[in-house]
């Protein structure tokens, strides 16, 4: 079965950093673009970052400077390097692929990051 683990969540204080990975067990991944998003409680999923199978990356607003995406495409992964974390990132971090704009995979359990102020 095709799935996406996220790992690398955690509780960390305000200013402090976490590297989130994702390892898709999907066919393709060299080929497809690679997004994180975070849910928080109450509100809508949001994207956070995207690299596409070009290796271009794009941000939220809110987390430019401070985050960075990157992949590996040997091992499958996705990771999100997130910097000076503040309290309004504790969320939910998913990630997912997509091709052609459409979602590739169900969604995984996602990685819980809480950011203490």
């Known amino acids: 079965q095709v799935q996406l683990v996220e790992s690398g969540g955690g509780l960390v204080q305000a200013g402090g950093s976490l590297r989130l990975s994702c390892v898709d067990s999907g066919s393709g991944f060299s080929r497809n673009d690679m997004g994180w998003y975070r849910q928080a409680p109450g509100k809508q999923r949001e994207l956070v970052a995207v690299i596409t199978s070009g290796d271009s990356t794009n941000y939220a607003d809110s987390v430019k400077g401070r985050f960075t995406i990157s992949r590996d495409n040997a091992k499958n992964t996705v990771y999100l390097q997130m910097n000076s974390l503040k309290p309004e990132d504790t969320a939910v971090y998913y990630c997912?692929?997509?091709?052609?704009?459409?979602?590739?995979?169900?969604w995984g359990q996602g990685t819980q990051v809480t950011v203490s102020s």
């Open positions: 997912n692929a997509k091709r052609w704009g459409i979602f590739l995979r169900s």
